[in-house]
């Protein structure tokens, strides 16, 4: 059973960082790309940040260049998002996808595995 664990999560002060994990278990996803999206409450799954299959191109929302890394351990089969300098407005669900396409796409419908979401909640 393929299944994507984000983990990581937590309530953190305006302007600190944390770091958010997503393992995959059930089969390798190194050759898939991988991507990071978050859901406020109210509104629209949105892109956040993408990897290539081998970490080579980045892609990322305009709303967190700068303040956020994404990363990738082939070898654990695991993606990471570094959030730094976070804001009230990061707060959402964070969740991780795994898509079997050549490139990163930014779109949810280009991927094909989901996790189950992980709650960032940034306080003022």
């Known amino acids: 059973q393929v299944q994507l664990v984000e983990s990581g999560g937590g309530l953190v002060q305006a302007g600190g960082p944390l770091r958010l994990s997503c393992a995959a278990s059930?089969?390798?996803?190194?050759?898939?790309?991988r991507g990071w999206f978050r859901q406020a409450p109210g509104k629209e799954r949105e892109f956040v940040a993408a990897?290539?299959?081998?970490?080579?191109?980045?892609y990322y929302a305009d709303s967190v260049k700068g303040r956020f890394t994404i990363s990738r351990d082939n070898a654990k089969n695991t993606v990471y998002l570094q959030m730094n300098s976070l804001k009230p407005e990061d707060t959402a669900v964070y969740y991780c996808?795994?898509?079997?396409?050549?490139?990163?796409?930014?779109?949810?419908?280009?991927?094909?595995?989901w996790g189950q979401g992980t709650q960032v909640t940034v306080s003022s």
């Open positions: 996808a795994a898509s079997s396409r050549d490139y990163a796409p930014i779109r949810p419908i280009r991927y094909d595995y």
């Open positions: 059930g089969r390798t996803f190194s050759s898939y790309a």
């Open positions: 990897i290539s299959w081998s970490g080579g191109s980045t």
